[in-house]
Nanobody, 126 residues
Framework: QVQLVESGGGLVQAGGSLRLSCAAS????????MTWFRQAPGKDREFVAQIGWSGVTYYADSVKGRFTISRDNAKNTVWLQMNTLKPEDTAVYYC????????????????????WGQGTQVTVSS
């Protein structure tokens, strides 16, 4: 079992930055695809960014060039650096982990993931 805890959310003005953290415990995430999803009120949960266990990354078109996902397997932690934030980035951000030996496949559906954090609120004011 993997437990995931997100932190770093908050209120920021448009154009600002936030860095989200996802700390894993229970066992290593070194063979997990790690992903950030988000869910805005009244909307479905959507894929934001994924990082494979060797560092390959995937991004949603809406965040490409503004967000950067990274990981440190030794620290069992994943980060999401969010720059040039927009009001439409407002959502609860969730960290998710998928056990997989495939490093370079993009898993974009929430049902594909095995473990979830509780989420952290990000609010971007205009």
């Amino acid at each position: 079992q993997v437990q995931l805890v997100e932190s770093g959310g908050g209120l920021v003005q448009a154009g600002g930055s936030l860095r989200l953290s996802c700390a894993a415990s229970g066992r290593t995430i070194s063979r997990c695809a790690m992903t950030w999803f988000r869910q805005a009120p009244g909307k479905d949960r959507e894929f934001v960014a994924q990082i494979g266990w060797s560092g390959v990354t995937y991004y949603a078109d809406s965040v490409k060039g503004r967000f950067t996902i990274s990981r440190d397997n030794a620290k069992n932690t994943v980060w999401l650096q969010m720059n040039t934030l927009k009001p439409e980035d407002t959502a609860v951000y969730y960290c998710a982990a998928k056990d997989t030996y495939i490093n370079d496949k993009n898993y974009v559906k929430s049902y594909e993931y095995d473990y979830w954090g509780q989420g952290t609120q990000v609010t971007v004011s205009s």
